[in-house]
């Protein structure tokens, strides 16, 4: 996996990331909502307990607090955007 921060601060941040078919993020939880944007290939993320095949053009939302991860099924890349509650 690579990953590439594009902005960092405290209400968001912006990162690039690429894996290789088989890599993985094991599932742990953010204080932040995210939306992860697949831009090539296509990825099993799961949210809960739920999976999601999530393929190139195709985004998914990951609300804060709630455990998520995901297992490559092919190389692909993805936008990652993390909001942060400031309040």
Known sequence: MVSRTLAQGKPLSVTLFA???GEEISSHSSPGDALVYILDGESE???GNEKHIVKSGEAIVM?????????????????L??????S
């Open 19 to 21: 894996f290789d078919r």
């Open 45 to 47: 993320i799961t949210i």
């Open 63 to 79: 609300p804060n607090n709630v455990p998520h991860g995901l297992v490559a099924q092919e190389r692909f890349k993805m936008l």
């Open 81 to 86: 955007i993390v909001i942060f509650n400031l």
